[in-house]
């Protein structure tokens, strides 16, 4: 059969007018192109018998060096109409292309069970002995809750708080005693209360300021020591 030349538009733009669409099968083809458009393109196809077969790319082949095959892409027609049908099917020169086997899906092992959570363990003390032939055993805690005493019950609060009776006074704070205002000297004061004050005799007991303890030479005292 002769060379089969078509052209090729995507989108209404031309990729090439006389293109050869050459390894002819029942579902794919492969096209000649200089620049061949990227896997899953939509093109259109027009043949020398005006029949217009849209087609998808497949796979491509660019230009490569140390290889005879021109540069191209595999595409696959739609048939969907009967002339387009009839047409592709008058150029099929080779068989179709065996699909290529697919690996086995690996199996994915299984993460082993999670084990149940253990019981917590229990650890029994032995006994301490705080008196001879006396033992106190050591306190294990239980795992339980520690018990929290009940609050206080606002019934009774109420109660408390209407026993209080306000008796409408305010607390008022005294102020400090002015004595400048009172015509008092705070430093004549301050030595007054020094002076009234006991000293100290010589034995160390305390004596009162009077007119017998200040004669000279202390006359008191000497009579008590003349008696002795």
Same mark, same amino acid.
Do not use: C
């Given at each position: 059969?002769?060379?089969?030349?078509?052209?090729?538009?995507y989108r209404?733009?031309?990729?090439?007018?006389?293109?050869?669409?050459?390894d002819?099968?029942?579902s794919?083809?492969?096209?000649? *192109?200089?620049?061949? $458009?990227?896997?899953?393109?939509a093109?259109?196809?027009?043949?020398? #018998?005006?029949?217009?077969i849209?087609?998808?790319?497949?796979?491509?082949?660019?230009q490569?060096?140390?290889?005879d =095959?021109?540069?191209?892409?595999?595409?696959q027609?739609v048939? #969907?109409?009967?002339?387009?049908? #009839?047409?592709?099917?008058?150029r *099929?020169?080779?068989?179709? @292309?065996? /699909?290529p086997?697919?690996?086995?899906?690996?199996?994915?092992?299984?993460?082993?069970?999670?084990?149940?959570? $253990?019981?917590?363990s229990v650890?029994?003390?032995q006994?301490?002995?705080? /008196?001879?032939?006396?033992?106190v055993?050591?306190l294990?805690?239980?795992?339980?809750?520690?018990?929290?005493?009940?609050? @206080?019950?606002? %019934?009774? @609060?109420?109660?408390?708080?209407? =026993?209080?009776?306000?008796?409408? =006074?305010?607390?008022?704070?005294?102020? #400090?005693?002015d @004595?400048?205002?009172?015509?008092?000297?705070?430093?004549?004061?301050?030595?007054?209360?020094?002076?009234s $004050?006991?000293?100290? %005799?010589?034995?160390? +007991?305390?004596?009162?300021?009077s007119e017998?303890? +200040? =004669?000279?030479?202390?006359g008191?005292s000497?009579?008590?020591?003349k008696?002795?």
């Amino acid at each position: 059969m002769p060379d089969t030349f078509v052209d090729v538009t995507y989108r209404g733009l031309p990729l090439g007018k006389r293109l050869k669409l050459a390894d002819h099968r029942p579902s794919t083809a492969y096209v000649e *192109v200089t620049q061949p $458009m990227p896997v899953g393109t939509a093109i259109a196809i027009a043949t020398d #018998a005006g029949v217009s077969i849209e087609a998808t790319v497949l796979s491509i082949h660019e230009q490569t060096a140390g290889t005879d =095959k021109p540069p191209g892409m595999v595409v696959q027609p739609v048939l #969907a109409r009967d002339d387009a049908r #009839a047409w592709w099917k008058e150029r *099929v020169a080779l068989p179709e @292309l065996a /699909k290529p086997a697919t690996a086995p899906a690996k199996q994915v092992a299984k993460p082993p069970p999670t084990p149940p959570p $253990m019981p917590p363990s229990v650890v029994v003390v032995q006994k301490r002995v705080t /008196k001879p032939g006396i033992g106190v055993p050591e306190l294990v805690d239980d795992g339980q809750d520690t018990g929290v005493m009940d609050a @206080l019950d606002p %019934d009774q @609060l109420e109660e408390v708080d209407a =026993k209080l009776v306000d008796d409408g =006074k305010r607390t008022v704070a005294m102020d #400090a005693v002015d @004595l400048a205002a009172l015509g008092l000297d705070p430093a004549a004061l301050s030595s007054v209360s020094m002076s009234s $004050m006991p000293a100290q %005799d010589d034995d160390g +007991n305390g004596r009162a300021d009077s007119e017998g303890d +200040n =004669k000279p030479d202390g006359g008191k005292s000497r009579k008590k020591r003349k008696k002795r």
